[in-house]
């Protein structure tokens, strides 16, 4: 923010209606009409609250000769009015009197008293009004000392400081006059609020910077946190793809092993079908016709020769049951008795 500087010299504002100040306005004008319009100079001598304070009385002086002249002119007036009145009493008495043969003649007496009593009520109002101002001017001259006595206070107060410029430049030879201080002094005061707008603006930035890492770390976090999800979910996917690639792995061992064992098992069942079927085909004289790797025919060859010893076996089972049973049915039948001769 940028600092207001106070004024040395501030301009005492009068008080009142603004109609009032219209008159020194107006007057003030024409006085600077014909003045040549520049810059002011601080080298300049400037109007001292003496000369205002000057200014002020003769002003007052002539306000107080104003209203000594209006009052002057207020008794004249009075006189005058007092002299209507007795006039206005007279001729009253006159009408009366002579109110009967001259009616018309009243009642021109009467317009003329009407507007005698308007312009009696003009002059009073114009009086209150006098009045009024009178008041206002008094008002105004108790304004005025008022602003007489802030001047002086004023004068007092800020006679501290300009001792104290003057002592600055007796004590610094870069100054030459008390303006050089005020100037030095107004430089300064700008480079730092340069300065300090800069370190404002700067650290600023620096919040922003802070805000935007701030924010950029939180977004990261919560990328790195969802990245550790995702990591723990393949994770546990990768476990348990893991134990049902073991599992497998174990069931496919399992699975060869078996493989292994069921192939050893037709391999030896293969040799024991070769070596049944060419014991067979050489128990029967027949030639081995059939490839070693054809097993169908040659497990038909030895059903066929299993059926016939089956067959075979039946048929003696059977032989061997009917012997057995003639030889059992002879050991059991009696010798026949010898017959008695009567």
């Known amino acids: 923010m940028k600092k207001i500087m106070k004024d040395l010299a501030p301009i005492a504002i009068p008080h009142g209606p603004p109609v009032e100040s219209t008159a020194e306005y107006f007057k003030s004008k024409m006085e600077t009409a014909g003045m040549t319009k520049k810059y002011p100079v601080w080298d300049v001598a400037r109007p001292t609250p003496q000369v205002l304070m000057e200014q002020a009385r003769r002003d007052l002086m ?27 009493r007279e001729k009253e008495l006159l009408l009366k009197e ?26 009073m109002e114009v009086l209150t009004r006098k009045t009024r101002e009178t008041e206002a001017m008094r008002k105004r ?21 300009e001792d104290y410029l003057m002592s600055v430049v007796q004590n610094y030879p870069e100054f030459k006059q008390p303006l050089d201080v005020l100037n030095r002094y107004e430089a300064l005061a700008a480079a730092k609020n340069t300065l300090a707008e800069r370190q404002e603006r700067d650290l600023e930035m620096l919040e922003n910077a ?111 049951k009917e012997k057995l049973g003639i030889k059992s049915s002879r050991d059991s039948t009696p010798p026949s008795s010898p017959v008695r001769r009567s």
Request: charged share 35%; aromatic share 8%.
């Open 210 to 320: 802070r805000q935007e890492i701030a924010a950029l770390t939180e977004e990261k976090k919560l990328f790195i946190m969802g990245l550790n999800n995702t990591l723990a979910e393949l994770r546990w996917r990768y476990d348990k793809v893991k134990n049902r690639v073991i599992k497998w792995e174990l069931a496919l061992n399992r699975l060869k092993e078996a493989a292994a064992g069921r192939h050893v098992e037709l391999c030896h069942v293969r040799a024991a079908i070769w070596s049944l079927y060419a014991k067979i085909c050489q128990q029967k004289g027949i030639p081995l016709d059939v490839e070693e790797s054809d097993f169908e025919q040659q497990l038909v060859v030895i059903m066929r020769a299993l059926l016939e010893l089956r067959r075979i076996y039946r048929i003696a089972q059977r032989r061997s």
């Open 141 to 161: 001259v108790a304004e005025m000392e008022e602003v007489k006595r802030l001047m002086e206070q004023q004068v007092r107060d800020y006679t501290i400081y």
């Open 98 to 123: 002579s109110f009967i043969s001259f009616n018309k003649f009243i009642r021109e007496n009467q317009e003329k008293r009407d507007r005698a009593e308007r312009k009696m009520e003009a002059d």
């Open 62 to 88: 002539a306000a107080d000769e104003k209203l000594a002249a209006k009052r002057e002119e207020e008794k004249a007036n009075r006189v005058i009015m007092d002299a209507k009145w007795n006039e206005l």
